[in-house]
């Protein structure tokens, strides 16, 4: 069982007891976001239990030396995270006292420490999804042509190639379609005289970015879907899927339709972390014949994520009936698109280019494979925390865990799964074994105050821009990618797809990847500079541009 120590809740007890007072001074100020206990982080010195002080991002409202004198205990002031910011402006201005966040999937580090109600958690959100009968996600061991490869290098050559094999239907799972040259590429596979397309979709469209990697992003409804459904017409069949809402409390899903599947005339999948976006699938090809050189700073700017295409008739027959499957369930539904509300958000300025001091990336060509491959297909709700469970219980020597995040509350309220997941994770690190964690530098640091709290050392986390990819690594022989995000729904009742591959050589070409991330890529902190909430009418502040909300939070 995880728990809090003793000696854990006795070093915040100075803290907690400062935390009124702290309060009381900083409240008023309106550029504080939120006070909270918590972590600083020195670059030298162990992780200290300190008052954090969450600031609008931008803004240096706050010392924490003379906070520090003040008041007699450590203070780390941070950029709010958006989440935080949200809150406070929820809550009508003004800091707010508490972890804050969505309140199904956000832990509370106060609640952790004192057991106090300091947030009202919701529980987390169950859809009305029922797989089906009988189930069909065996083991499937056969020969097959794999191709592994990894964004933001080889992702778009490969899955281009995918795509314009098609011959007679392409079935598609997504939670994102809005990349231009993925919609053309599309397009032209499935316009020809008798060809088909199924597709299902997250039903909340985010808004074209106009600005950063995802610039030239269309508008999925109107520049994706429409000229679809015009040239193909009843050749084309699509379906949102239904998320637990208000207009539908009976939805499939809990929050999100965050698979992405694509069946090739029943006989090969292309399965990926990565959306169908420029930010996930970047219109490069630094490989082949006339490859492109690639601009400073690109493993930085565009997502790491992994993506496998798998000639064989058994895995494509079964994610195609998973998938039809789930049209079924979500067309009975008549599930409608949603608008996204969330405001958009100011992110700090990049630095030039030429400023920036990276080194020369290296490049991962894809790796390419004709025999016999142990696969385990995964789907949530349906089989993935169970089978991800064993995978990390049967590490002998080294568990590499890389995702955005890992957002466990630690308090109670979680998913029985989620909670034996992380219990596993940390088991592993007590017995011994290599643990090694990498997260997106934007994780909530909150998440990373609970761990910590909770005994996961500090030296084992390290933090990457633009990791998306959801990785887990075993001994080096055995790995399991897709799309499944670890949060309570992420792994329990959203719609995700991964796969795992009991194969060393798929196993040690990802570590290899994997290694130069923790090697090159990570950093030993989040992010010290959050996007900023826009207010409504707010001018672009100067040392940030605009853009939306889901260009830099999106893939939940």
């Known amino acids: 069982m995880l728990n809090v120590s003793d000696s854990v809740r006795a070093s915040f007890e100075p803290v907690l007891k400062a935390l009124p007072k702290a309060r009381q001074t900083l409240l008023a100020n309106t550029d504080v976001i939120a006070i909270r206990p918590g972590y600083a982080y020195p670059a030298t010195k162990s992780a200290m239990p300190a008052v954090v002080v969450a600031v609008k991002p931008g803004t240096k409202p706050v010392n924490a030396n003379d906070l520090e004198k003040q008041l007699g205990v450590p203070f780390a002031v941070t950029d709010a995270t958006v989440d935080e910011q949200l809150a406070a402006a929820k809550a009508g201005g003004g800091a707010v006292s508490f972890g804050t966040g969505d309140a199904g999937r956000q832990p509370s580090f106060e609640k952790l420490l004192t057991g106090d109600e300091t947030l009202a958690f919701a529980p987390p959100k169950a859809g009305t999804y029922e797989e089906p009968s009988p189930p069909n996600l065996p083991l499937v061991d056969e020969v097959m042509d794999v191709t592994i490869c990894v964004s933001p290098e080889a992702g778009w050559g490969e899955l281009e190639a995918f795509l314009e094999g098609t011959k007679k239907q392409l079935t598609v799972a997504m939670y994102q379609f809005t990349a231009p040259h993925i919609f053309e590429a599309v397009n032209a596979a499935v316009s020809p005289a008798g060809r088909e397309f199924e597709l299902v979709l997250h039903p909340v469209p985010e808004k074209p970015a106009k600005v950063g990697v995802k610039?030239?992003?269309?508008?999925?409804?109107?520049?994706?879907?429409?000229?679809?459904?015009?040239?193909?017409?009843?050749?084309?069949?699509?379906a949102w899927a239904t998320l637990v809402s208000k207009a539908h409390p009976d939805g499939l899903w809990a929050s999100a339709y965050h698979i992405k599947v694509a069946v090739r005339d029943k006989s090969a999948?292309?399965?990926?972390s990565g959306n169908w976006q420029s930010s996930n699938q970047p219109d490069v090809k630094p490989f082949g014949l006339n490859p492109q050189p690639l601009p400073t700073g690109f493993q930085r700017k565009y997502n790491r994520d992994y993506h496998a295409i798998i000639g064989n008739k058994t895995l494509a027959s079964i994610y195609e009936m998973y998938i039809e499957h789930d049209y079924k369930l979500a067309s009975a539904q008549a599930g409608e698109a949603q608008p996204l509300t969330a405001p958009d958000l100011f992110v700090p300025e990049e630095e030039p280019e030429e400023a920036v001091p990276f080194a020369a990336p290296t490049l991962f060509e894809p790796l390419r494979i004709n025999r016999a491959v142990k696969v385990q297909p995964l789907l949530t709700p349906d089989n993935y925390a169970e089978n991800a469970l064993k995978l990390i219980r049967s590490a002998e020597k080294s568990v590499w865990f890389q995702n955005q995040y890992i957002n466990y509350r630690g308090t109670g309220e979680d998913f029985a799964e989620f909670t034996q997941l992380v219990e596993a994770l940390k088991d592993q690190i007590d017995k011994g074994r290599e643990v090694r964690i990498i997260c997106r530098d934007l994780m909530q640091q909150e998440s990373l105050d609970v761990l910590v709290a909770l005994g996961f050392p500090r030296e084992v986390f390290r933090f990457q821009p633009a990791c998306h990819n959801k990785t887990i690594i075993v001994?080096?022989?055995?790995?399991?990618?897709?799309?499944?995000?670890?949060?309570?729904?992420?792994?329990?009742t959203n719609r995700d797809a991964s796969l795992i591959f009991h194969d060393e050589e798929i196993a040690a070409y990802l570590a290899e990847v994997y290694d130069y991330d923790w090697s090159r890529l990570a950093t030993a902190h989040p992010a010290a500079s959050r996007p900023r909430v826009a207010e409504e009418g707010e001018e672009t502040p100067s040392g940030f541009k605009r853009v939306s909300f889901s260009t830099v939070l999106g893939d939940d």
């Not at 610039?215 to 409804?221: I, K, N, T, Y």
């Not at 999948?269 to 990926?272: A, C, N």
């Not at 001994?475 to 329990?492: A, L, Q, R, Y």
């Open 215 to 238: 610039a030239r992003d269309l508008d999925e409804v109107q520049d994706v879907l429409k000229p679809l459904q015009q040239e193909m017409k009843d050749r084309f069949e699509m």
């Open 269 to 272: 999948i292309w399965l990926s």
């Open 475 to 492: 001994d080096g022989k055995t790995v399991m990618f897709g799309s499944h995000n670890w949060s309570n729904e992420g792994v329990k």
